[in-house]
């Protein structure tokens, strides 16, 4: 069974950063393309970036140039380094892994984690 834990958000100024991690357990986390979602309030939950097993990246033009994904096999985590942030990223982010490569891994999710981007 595999597991996906994220951590890292909480509440950051417009123009600031935070960085989100998403820890894996359970597979073998080396075969797996893993990605970011999020969702607004009443919407549907929608890609932010993904990374494939060999550490190419996707990113969505809403965020493409201010969020870099990245993965470190050595830890089983993958991490979302938001710069520029905004109040329209405010949402819970869901980190999620598929064992094949695709640009929108959703086999398995986690719990997400609450990024709001206030003054």
């Known amino acids: 069974q595999v597991q996906l834990v994220e951590s890292g958000g909480g509440l950051v100024q417009p123009g600031g950063s935070l960085k989100l991690s998403c820890v894996a357990s359970?597979?073998?986390?080396?075969?797996?393309?893993m990605g970011w979602y999020r969702q607004f309030p009443e919407k549907e939950r929608e890609l932010v970036a993904s990374?494939?097993?060999?550490?190419?990246?996707y990113y969505t033009d809403a965020v493409k140039g201010r969020f870099t994904i990245s993965r470190d096999n050595d830890k089983n985590t993958i991490y979302l380094q938001m710069d520029s942030v905004n109040p329209g990223d405010t949402a819970i982010y869901y980190c999620?892994?598929?064992?094949?490569?695709?640009?929108?891994?959703?086999?398995?999710w986690g719990r997400g984690t609450q990024v709001t981007v206030s003054p």
């Open positions: 990374i494939s097993a060999s550490g190419y990246p």
């Open positions: 999620a892994g598929t064992p094949r490569n695709t640009y929108r891994p959703s086999d398995y």
């Open positions: 359970g597979g073998a986390f080396e075969n797996y393309a």
